[in-house]
Structures are given as structure tokens and as C-alpha cells.
């Protein structure tokens, strides 16, 4: 159908065609008026960044609004622990950079809002372009009455197996834990167990006091690892062979102590081991795949290519667990499952509580979309989360459900969110950490 330039007028104003645009601009209108036959390409009017705390963890949702009535797209930015940096760095930064730009070129606007910080890969400007990346993703799929999974090439399984965590203080706690997700349908659990007196990751701390030289909460990386070590033995004993055992190890030994850690959990044939090693450590995965088989899970801290492309190339991990927003939205992650698919490596994005609704279904629609998927690892709604992000993926028997409602199929009530405020949490640190020491006082990664 030729394209008349009624229509391109329609599309685009005599300020776009002949007033505003310099003929470089006009010639690129022009062809994407054809592209999209003629249909209205709409501009970015306005960036907001909505801020909410439904369920103790900071969420971060940034909102394009176009010059088309009723059309808009949102996208998740949720960057926890220096959530009040987020904001700024899209409002100060990307807006005024975007303002009047059509929609349409979603590639184009990630590589020029990529470069215009000059520095790059960090995870607050990372997160600040995930937010606008994902919000375009689903003005596309408004747009086209599609949800994004189509815009990607459509589905190649039904729904993303998932994995929620089983913790406990003590090792019965974690069995009972695991045995409830069984009983839902899961057939895969991550575990972890406190270890008495110590602040361990992902699992209740216990009432025992260990002396120490500090009053800060302590963590020592040798009795963690007999302790976890001693918590494999016990599920495979408890929930037999059939469930899939996961578990973080959250970057908190030495990397001899984590090459011998994953030597000695072989037997218990884990489905994977998360985070072994931190970012500083990653040539030492060479060691690990040199000397055992246990499936490791690597990623949920990278900010860069730098860091996730030679562990990729060199098959060093087995899945690539990035937090999405972190890697700067849905358009890295998708080349980044595709990269993996190649070298076989499968996907495990990060998916936890301090991740928002909109992120999630990012993450679920990359679950269907890849071929080499490998698990989602799964956190519940809460009412209030729900009440604000209408729309949430939906669990079922361990499987999650990507929406089919066009774009990410979620509305977000923002009078709800504002009712959610930030809060100064326990620690007064803005929804920052604070620190873990060894014994003797050596603060530690957490
Ligand atoms: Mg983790």
C-alpha cells in the first residue's frame, strides 16, 4: 500500500515532516511511516518514575506517556538498596534526553540513552534504562494488541517452572519448608539453613549467641559450609531424589573454599549451586568446572558484558542468573539468553522480592520465549503488591503463567502506590545493607 502523505501528516504534523524535523529525522520518519503502514508513530510526552514499598523491599517503575490517548508503558528499574538514586537518574538525566523521540526504535533509544552517560555499566543508570527499555517494550505490545512474547517470536513452552526458597533455622524447618512447595507442585527448591549464632544468607539466624570480638552480626564461611554441606545430606535423605535441590551460596567464601565446596556437593547432585564465587572471583571458575560437575549458577550482581561474556563463552557456568534491570532492561537480556542458547548455557534470571510485578513478567516472558531456559526462580505477591500492580504473573503447581493481555498486561494504580511509600527501614540506611563481620571482626561480602 503506498503511503500518501495524508497520512505521514496524520503521523507526524507539519512540524514533524517539514517544521522540527531536519530532513535526516524527516527521511527516518518517513520510513518508519511505512513500516508501520501509515499508522500514527507516537512521541514520548512525558517520563514519571513511581516509587512504592508494598512488601518491605523497595519497587522502582518507570512510566512513559505518549502523545496518543490511553497509551503508555511501564518498566521496572527496581534497583533495592540504592533505590532513591533511580529516580533522579531518570528524571534528570533520560527525560530531557527522550523527551519528543517517537517510541517506535527501541533499539536505537537503549544504545543512545547507553552512551550518554559516557561512563557506563553501573547499576543505578542500568536500572534507570531498564526502566524506559521495558516501558517502550510494552507501548509496542499496547500498541499491537500483543503481548511482548509475540513481539519476541512467541512461546516455546507453555509456562516457566519455578523454584521457591525453603529455609528454615534448623534443618527440620527447611524439610517442612520444602515439603510445602512439594505439596503446591513444585519440583524445585532452593534450601538453606541458619547456622546457630550466625547470620547466614537466605535463612533464619536461630537463639544462640556466639562470642565474638564486635556486636555486629557475624558470619564465618567454614561453619557454613559443613552446615550447608550437612543440610544436602539431610534433604536427599528426607525429600528423597526426585525434587531438584538449589542453593545460594551468595559469594561468601574463599575461592579455594568454594572449588572445594562444589567438589564435595557433586554427590548430593544438586540442580545447581548459586553464586560460588563473587565478581572479583570469576577466573577461579575455571578451577570449579576443572575439578567437578555440579551445575553452577552465576550472575545476579553483573552489571557489564565484561563480566557475563566470558563466563558464557568459556561454558565456565551452567545457567546465567542476571538481575535484568541490572543488565539494562529486556533488550540486553534477550541478546544475553541468546548468546547462552549458543554456547549452552541455560537462563535463571534473578527473580526475588526485589524485583517489581512489571520486572517479573519480563523475566517470565524471557522464560517463554528462550529455547535454553532453565528455571524461574519464584516470589510471592503479596495483596498489597497485587492491589498495586493489577495483573502479577500467576503461579500454578510450580509453573508460572506469562500474561496474554497486550504489552506486560499490567496496570498500575498509582493513588495504590502512593499509599505504599519508602520507608527508612530498621537500619536507617535508605534501603541499604548493612555489614556482617567474621569473628575477629573482618566485614565480609553478603
Ligand atoms: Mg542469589
Known sequence: ?????????????????????????????EQTARATR???????KDISVIE????????TVVKITTDQDGLYGYGCATFTQRADLVKPAVERYLKPFLLGKTTDRIEDIWQSCYDSSYWKNGPVLNNAISGIDQALWDIKGRQAGMPVYQLAGGKCREAAASYGHADGADFPNVVESAKRYMAQGFRHVRVQVGIPGMAGYGSARGDSQIKALHDKPVFEPAYYVRRALKLFEVCRKELGDEIELLHDMHERVSPNQAVQFCKDAEKFKMFFLEDPLS??????FR????QCATPIAM????NSPHEWTPLIGERLIDYIRVHVSQTGGFTPARKIAIMSEIYGVKTAWHGPGDVSPIGHMANVTLDVVSYNFGIQEYSPFNARTQEIFA??????????????????????????????????????LNGGWGEIRRLDGTVIKQ
Open 1 to 29: 500500500m503506498a503511503i500518501k502523505r495524508r497520512d505521514l501528516l496524520r503521523a507526524f504534523g507539519t512540524a514533524g515532516l517539514a517544521g522540527l524535523a531536519s530532513p535526516r529525522e524527516q527521511k527516518a520518519q
Open 391 to 428: 495483573g502479577c504473573p500467576v503461579m500454578k503447581d510450580g509453573y508460572l503463567w506469562v500474561s496474554e493481555k497486550p504489552g506486560w498486561g499490567i496496570e498500575v494504580d498509582e493513588k495504590a502506590a502512593a499509599k505504599a511509600p519508602f520507608t527508612n527501614g530498621a537500619n536507617n
Open 299 to 302: 550472575g545476579e550482581l553483573f
Open 287 to 290: 578451577q570449579i568446572r576443572q
Open 279 to 284: 565478581p572479583e572471583d570469576l577466573a577461579y
Open 38 to 44: 501509515g499508522l500514527p508513530i507516537p512521541k514520548i
Open 52 to 59: 512504592c514499598q508494598p512488601g518491605g523491599v523497595r519497587l
